[in-house]
């Protein structure tokens, strides 16, 4: 009985194994079963006992389990008709071994197997199956579309465009410009010009690049320059250094050679302009012509090898007529269109000695009004300087001056800008530091302000202090070393990314050749200082008592310049490190200058789509919907997040006036004539990336004239720089008695806290303008 079941066991599990045939399960339970029939008479015996007593036990259980045993009876037997059916099943897959064996095998219903391997039926059945096939029926597609649409669009785009555009436009603008321009432009122009200028220009006529590769930009001139350097070699250039020549005059004959280079590689449109001329004057007390000795210009070559191998300095003083008669010499005798003079000096005419003034205002009107002459005064201003007479030695309205030689070299894209395309090069200068955007003076301290007023420095103890000597009084002092001997700034804050610049005067006072000083920095107050700037007793050239003029070796200018990535705080200290408590170092003034990166500052003004008709005349009662889901570039300014609203007939709300030229009254905020007393300021207003509209009407008064303006500021809170945001004139009226509304969207580069000034420039103290509504709103960018 054993042997029985364990036969049926076997035979079972294999009939479910379809790799197995009936043959093979038969003799494997013949295998099993050999043993049992082989065993003796007496083993028999005891399987027999053993047998009857297993009997005795299953009988036991159907008593109390009958019917459970005979339904498990029943599901026996339809298990067995199953296994039948997977024996016929397995003889059709013997018979289909050449089918794909991605063609389901059917199961029979008779028992047969098909004379032929299952296909795929002609038509697709009326129901779809309850599950998908794990690959398609076919590898191509369809010969013609689906009568109709799918029921939901594609989760993406199509693979090709359509062969024909749509019959109709869209229904509104999409969120940006297409990546590529219309293949044609379009039929006529915008039906009526914006209300006002853009105040930044849209494509900066300035060079790109390095000193040695310019893209001057589209509308400039491709024409040669003729172009003559006069190069200052009087005392004052060098005066406080050593060495012949010393490193201001070598830092003139750099700027010259950069300026000549730049010239002769840069583009206009993106091809070199051949056939560039040069000439070399210098001059001190008298003036000469060095390329070339005689009247006329030479090639780039000639001039850049007598600069880097030849040029000597001469000190003396400053004859400023006779170089630019000499210049103007050498240009008349070249001929040319383009003829400009770039004259480079750190002071006023000191010679001949009488008359130096007057003598170089008639060479260089003869060289302007007679011949045609470009005049480009360049001025660095280490020295008491009257820059407006040097100014109107110039053809333009601008003097183009930097504070420090070490400067020079930012000007050359200026420059050569200027001589491509003229004063227009000027509409959008760039700060004497080389600043592509709007330079802001975030921080100022001249001597006596350290410890003096709001933004004091804070001394580290015993070992600093403000100096009482009269020469350099307000400069404040360290000595010796350790934590007392320093002087700790209050907190600068930058904007956003950009380049910072400190600008100080540093001076050293009985120090060894051994003694350091340093100028540091700490940003967001994490206490992690580090040098900016290393100052050695060998940089000065001796260490005995100053004199009373300063003007030894033992001061120095300096301008350093680092980026910063985004917006963050920052603190200045000066830390000596010197070796006896006899040993100082000064510091006489401390500037910290930012520039933006990319050229532009926090906020630059957008055209705007549409002017309002009128603006809003008082503040919302409820929040509007934020405007994230807004598009920021023609959104309204009613569907912009509103930030400020004033009626300023109602008073000045927070306002503050600049002094007694500017007052309040029932009709708004009124400024008469000029200056620092004729404006108004916000109090601080916080704006986020994206973009602002600023809504306002204002008035003017029926005595002001055509030439005067007023304009819309910005500043950053807590720097004192400002930029312009939008500037009115009174030119354009019909009348002067009369009132407009205006609007003004600005781009906002980083999240930042401003004060926004109105401030009035007009000429007269009864020319006035008032300002009754101003209104805020953002739309920022996710």
Request: aromatic share 8%.
């Amino acid at each position: 009985t054993v042997c029985f079941f364990l036969k049926f066991h076997v035979q079972s599990s294999f009939l479910s194994h379809r790799n197995f045939c009936k043959k093979r399960k038969e003799f494997l339970c013949w295998v099993i079963s050999f043993p049992c029939l082989s065993l003796s008479f007496r083993s028999s015996l005891v399987i027999i006992m053993k047998t009857h007593l297993v009997l005795f036990a299953a009988a036991t259980l159907l008593a109390f389990f009958g019917e459970e045993a005979r339904a498990a009876t029943v599901g026996r037997k339809a298990v067995v008709a199953d296994l039948e059916a997977d024996k016929a099943a397995l003889g059709c897959a013997a018979k289909c071994k050449v089918c794909a064996s991605d063609v389901p095998i059917p199961k029979p219903t008779d028992g047969s197997c098909p004379s032929t391997c299952p296909q795929p039926t002609a038509s697709p059945s009326k129901t779809p199956t309850s599950s998908p096939n794990t690959t398609p029926t076919t590898k191509e597609p369809t010969a013609s579309p689906t009568a109709s649409p799918t029921a939901s669009p594609t989760s993406g785009p199509s693979a090709s465009p359509t062969a024909s555009p749509t019959a109709d436009p869209t229904a509104s603008p999409t969120s940006g410009p297409s990546a590529s321009p219309t293949a044609s432009p379009t039929a006529s122009p915008t039906a009526s010009p914006t209300s006002s200028p853009i105040q930044r220009a849209t494509g900066s006529p300035f060079i790109s690049g390095g000193s040695n590769d310019f893209q001057v930009s589209r509308g400039c001139t491709p024409n040669p320059i003729q172009l003559c350097i006069a190069i200052d070699s009087s005392g004052s250039v060098c005066s406080g250094q050593s060495g012949n020549p010393c490193d201001n005059f070598v830092k003139e004959r750099d700027f010259a050679v950069n300026l000549i280079n730049g010239i002769e590689s840069a583009t206009v449109d993106g091809s070199t302009v051949p056939g560039h001329k040069f000439g070399l004057v210098q001059f001190g007390t008298s003036s000469s012509k060095k390329k070339p000795s005689s009247a006329g210009l030479v090639p780039a070559s000639s001039v850049v090898d007598y600069l880097q191998n030849s040029m000597v300095y001469t000190g003396g003083m400053t004859h400023t007529g006779g170089a630019i008669e000499d210049c103007r010499d050498n240009l008349n005798a070249a001929g040319g269109s383009n003829k400009v003079m770039v004259l480079v000096t750190d002071g006023t005419p000191t010679r001949p000695s009488s008359g130096p003034q007057a003598e170089a205002t008639e060479q260089a009107n003869i060289a302007k009004d007679t011949y045609g002459i470009t005049i480009l005064p360049v001025l660095v201003k280490t020295t008491s300087t009257d820059s407006s007479f040097l100014k109107s030695l110039g053809s333009l309205d601008e003097l183009i001056h930097v504070d420090l030689f070490d400067q020079l070299n930012t000007l050359v894209g200026e420059l050569t800008s200027l001589m491509f395309c003229g004063e227009d090069a000027l509409a959008f200068a760039r700060p004497s530091t080389g600043c592509a955007g709007d330079k802001q003076v975030l921080k100022k301290w001249e001597a006596g302000d350290f410890n003096d007023g709001d933004d004091q420095w804070t001394d580290g103890g015993s070992r600093a202090g403000v100096t009482g000597r009269s020469e350099i009084a307000g400069y404040v002092w360290v000595k010796k070393d350790g934590s007392e001997s320093r002087w700790t700034s209050p907190e600068v804050q930058a904007p956003g990314a950009g380049s910072i610049t400190v600008l100080y005067k540093t001076c050293m006072h009985q120090t060894e050749h051994d003694d350091d000083w340093y100028i540091q920095i700490d940003y967001d107050d994490a206490g992690t200082w580090e040098n900016i700037n290393t100052h050695i007793h060998q940089t000065f050239s001796d260490n005995s008592e100053f004199d009373s003029d300063l003007d030894d070796n033992k001061c120095r200018d300096i301008a350093q310049t680092f980026d910063v990535d985004s917006a963050t705080s920052m603190k200045f200290r000066l830390q000596g490190d010197m070796s006896s408590t006899g040993d100082f170092a000064y510091l006489g003034h401390f500037a910290v200058e930012f520039c933006p990166a990319s050229g532009e500052g926090p906020l630059t003004v957008a055209p705007t789509v549409a002017p309002t008709t009128n603006p809003t005349t008082n503040p919302t009662t409820s929040p509007q919907a934020s405007s994230s889901s807004v598009n920021c570039d023609t959104a309204s300014f009613a569907d912009y997040d509103e930030v400020a609203s004033y009626d300023f007939t109602t008073g000045t709300h927070g306002w503050s006036d600049g002094g007694n030229k500017a007052w309040s009254t029932n009709y708004g905020l009124s400024m008469k004539k000029d200056g620092s007393q004729a404006k108004w300021t916000s109090p601080p207003i916080t704006l986020h990336p994206g973009k602002a509209k600023l809504q306002y009407r204002y008035c003017f008064n029926a005595n002001y004239d055509s030439d005067d303006e007023w304009h819309l500021k910005y500043s950053v809170v807590g720097s004192s720089g400002t930029g312009t945001l939008q500037a009115h004139e009174s030119v354009d009226w019909n009348s002067n008695a009369d009132c407009r509304n205006a609007e003004v969207t600005v781009n906002v580069h980083s999240s930042i806290g401003i004060h926004l000034i109105f401030e009035n420039e007009a000429s007269k103290s009864n020319e006035q303008v008032t300002i009754s509504y101003f209104n805020v709103a953002s739309c920022e960018t996710p």
